[in-house]
């Protein structure tokens, strides 16, 4: 038993293949792992658990991801039948901007966790007793391998108006995942903007979603995801790819417009308006519930991608900050332990 780093990257969610109840498959999430932003998380055996929060200082005051981090790491020991640890915070996601913070940071911990008490983890298993891949497994399978990743959903007659207990659902199996290559570039924009829905806000909004959704719509986005986005993901084209991945999330977008304001949650729609004008772009969305805008680009043209991101967020009249990041095609990194 000895010390343990985890490293892992943030994930990209561009929306869900089916949320109608008359097709046989529910959600299907489609989205991709990032390099940065990171979460890490460092931990060593202990009789009880205790969180140390080192980000603290420079990200101001992290009371709940603290709590968040201790009842993880008290469901881990539970699960795997350890003591306890000490868990250190050395890097973390922002929280409820579209980037899957939540899913990250709780496997990050768990592996974490049960690496230091040498146990091996096994983060499909257990994630949904840790609360999460309830609705998409892309945050779970960018964890284990990252890359481009497309789920197989639920199938529709699980679904009831109340949600699952903890642990009372299986994440949803990988349909498909492919490396992207390793010159596309990403310009992740981050406006300064309310959080993105979550907890039990973002469940009751994509119930009342489901109990009304357009089976056409459904049916255009799974046509787009097999005819358009797949291929172009496992042939590495970057403008195919872009525009096919910017246009899944746009036709996600049609669902959610009456509960978050229209296709994009404001400011997003701005910044993707003025990032879709620009030749360095390949494509642009908006993650999950935002407000965290994505532009894909490629390395020869990440710099004009950059300051077409800086200027669409003084488009859209708010302060915020763009980070240059890249996909990551492997999963968490663990470091230390007893083979470190």
């Known amino acids: 038993m000895s010390r343990v780093t985890v490293t892992t990257g943030a994930r990209l969610h561009a929306g869900f293949r089916n949320l109608s109840l008359s097709l046989g498959r529910l ?31 420079a990200t101001g005051p992290t009371t709940d991801a603290r709590d968040a981090v201790a009842d993880y790491a008290r469901r881990t020991c539970a699960l795997l039948g350890v003591e306890g640890a000490r868990v250190e915070v050395d890097e973390r996601l922002p929280r409820h901007v579209g980037l899957g913070s939540g899913t990250q940071l709780a496997l990050a911990t768990y592996a974490a ?37 497309a789920d197989a959903g639920h199938p529709t007659e699980r679904f009831t108006t109340a949600p699952p207990a903890d642990g009372e659902w299986t994440v949803p199996a990988v349909l498909a995942r492919y490396d992207l290559p390793t010159d596309w570039r990403v310009a992740l924009v981050l406006p300064e903007a309310d959080p993105g829905r979550h907890g039990d806000d ?34 590495g084209r970057l403008d195919p790819f872009g525009t096919a991945l910017a246009e899944f999330g746009r036709l996600n977008g049609a669902w959610y417009a009456d509960v978050q304001g229209g296709v994009y949650r404001p400011p997003a729609g701005r910044v993707v308006e003025r990032l879709a004008e620009s030749p360095a772009v390949a494509g642009a969305g908006q993650s999950s519930w935002g407000p965290a805008v994505w532009a894909l680009t490629d390395a020869g043209r ?16 708010t302060d915020g900050r763009v980070l240059l990041t890249r996909p990551r095609n492997e999963g968490a990194t663990v470091s230390g332990g007893s083979d470190g």
Do not use: M, Q, W
Not at 302 to 315: D, G, I, P, Q
């Open 113 to 149: 966790v049960a690496h230091a008490n040498d146990v091996e983890p096994g983060p499909r298993e257990h994630a949904p007793a840790l609360g999460r891949g309830g609705r998409s497994g892309v945050g779970v399978a960018a964890f284990e391998a990252g890359g481009f990743v």
């Open 202 to 235: 973002e469940d009751r909004s994509i119930r009342g979603v489901v109990e009304r959704a357009d089976p056409a719509l459904s049916e255009e986005l799974a046509s787009l995801l097999v005819d358009r986005l797949l291929p172009a993901a496992v042939e």
């Open 302 to 317: 990440a710099a004009e991608a950059r300051a077409a991101a800086e200027a669409a967020l003084e488009t859209a009249g």
């Open 27 to 57: 959600y299907g999430g489609v989205g991709l792992a990032l390099a940065e932003p990171r979460a890490t998380v460092v931990a060593e055996p202990a009789s009880t658990v205790t969180v140390v929060d080192a980000t603290a200082g």
